[in-house]
């Protein structure tokens, strides 16, 4: 596709619900990222995959994240036992080089 | 530890002045610098970039400026225009993490 393509654009969930989040990165781009935004902050790092590999897993906030990329092109991102804290800007981006990314739509993400 | 601050939270600027949105960070590991645009509901759009081996990159109507010594990245628009009207992330990497680390942003207003 043209861009980085993520669904569901809303998703809203019941507090203890698990959700998953899915992202289409640009074709080719080996480099995936996951990305968090609250609310009137930037962006913050989740994860990254290199192909199929998650090399970086250090943002993850609890072992209630995880995420995957099985055959190196669509990632998914699934956040077991939603909680309130949760709710937020879930971002993924693609990169050919890894410098510069690009970001899709988001999907927001309110735990209710 | 906001490793990346941007200490404007909003910016007014005339239709057709400059607008100058400002960026300083702590780490001096970063080597590799961005600036993101982002609309309402969208995802951040890549604007332009730096190498810290660079002190300006210029691209249209953006120009960025790195001060190495200080800390400090600018981006200059001029002329403004009314559809610059965004939030603007100020990012850097360091060579060898993948991840950018974000500002929390600057909402540019351009008034016509």
Redesign the interface.
Known sequence: GAG?S?SPRYKVAKRGQDVALRCDPISGHV?L?W?QQAL??????LT?F?NEAQ??KS?LPSDRFFAERPEGSVSTLKIQRTQQEDSAVY?C?SSED?????????TRLTVV | DQQ?K?NSPSLSVQEGRISILNCDYTNSMFD?F?W?KKYP??????LI?ISSIKDKNEDGRFTVFLNKSAKHLSLHIVPSQPGDSAVY?C?A?AQGA????????TRLTINP
């Open positions: 980085v993520q480099s990222f990305y009137g902050q930037g962006p913050e790092f990254y290199q090399l970086d943002g971002l981006a890894s410098r510069r990314a690009f970001f899709g739509q988001g | 990346v941007q590799y961005l993101y509901a969208e995802g951040p759009t890549f970039s992330f990012a990497s993948q991840k950018l680390v974000f500002g929390q942003g």
